[in-house]
């Protein structure tokens, strides 16, 4: 009885796997078996193609975005170019319609203060630094260090070119920082550092003879005593 039972009971799962079998070797079941694998290719092609729609789009749009990346660093480099360019015939001219930043440290800014009575300085400033709550860095500009120091840079403005020399290019000049005051000033061809400064008149070292023995390249003195050298010697007793 309950052999039969089972029995029975196997034959109602395994019937209906055994009738769809059965179906689907006839011509019906054949047929709608073929429609559907063509219907599921269809749509797995439909699905490939949109996929590599989507990538193709990606690549194109970071194609232009690349494109459009290369050609403003293009223009940039190119503008750079002109800059450097423009700043080149500027520096190097005989004359110039505007200032240009030379570099300008130690012996140049000495013989501009005994020569001319100007001391090129500027502030530097030392940041005050402490740890506050947790430890972190914090600034207070109240507690900042100013100094006084030689500068290292100068702006002028050439007037003309007075003449060649082994040591440099004399030009005529005027510096823009410090009331438009000439100078000769000496400076290498195709350079931006100042070799030296001259005095306007070649009478100067004759003149003033004891003047460049005593303080020419005398490293004991500040930038303002030697200008102030300067204005004693050639200002006020002449």
């Known amino acids: ?18 009738l769809v079998a059965l179906y689907a070797i ?4 054949k047929r709608l ?37 290369v050609r403003q660093r293009k223009i940039e480099d190119e503008r750079r170019i002109d800059k450097i360019r423009g700043n080149i015939d500027l520096r190097d001219g005989a004359s110039q319609n505007s200032p ?23 502030k530097e400033v030392k940041e005050y630094w402490y ?10 500009p109240d507690r900042d260090t100013i100094s006084i120091v030689p500068a290292d840079t100068i702006q002028l403005q050439k007037i003309r070119k ?21 100078v000769i000033v000496v400076i290498k ?15 100067w070292f004759k003149k003033y003879a004891d003047l460049e023995l005593v303080l020419k390249d005398n490293s004991t003195f500040k930038l303002k005593e030697l200008a102030h050298f300067h204005v004693q010697k050639v200002v006020i007793n002449s």
Not at 1 to 18: E, R
Not at 36 to 57: F, H, N, T
């Open 100 to 122: 240009y930043t030379y570099k300008c440290v130690g012996h140049p800014n000495a013989t501009l203060a005994i020569r001319y009575g100007i001391a090129n300085l500027k």
């Open 26 to 29: 006839t011509p019906t079941g």
């Open 189 to 203: 061809p195709s350079t931006e550092y100042v070799q030296t400064f001259y005095p306007m008149s070649e009478d």
């Open 1 to 18: 009885m309950i052999i039969t039972i089972i029995g029975i009971g196997i034959g109602l799962f395994v019937l209906p796997a055994l």
């Open 131 to 140: 740890h506050g709550k947790g430890g972190e860095k914090m600034k207070n």
């Open 33 to 69: 078996a073929a429609e559907k694998a063509r219907k599921i290719k269809i749509e797995e092609e439909r699905l490939a193609k949109e996929r590599a729609d989507v990538i193709q789009g990606l690549r194109r749009i970071h194609w232009h975005e690349r494109e459009e990346e």
């Open 162 to 182: 007075v003449k060649d020399d082994p040591e440099g290019t004399h030009y005529l000049a005027k510096l823009t920082d410090f009331g438009n005051r000439e």
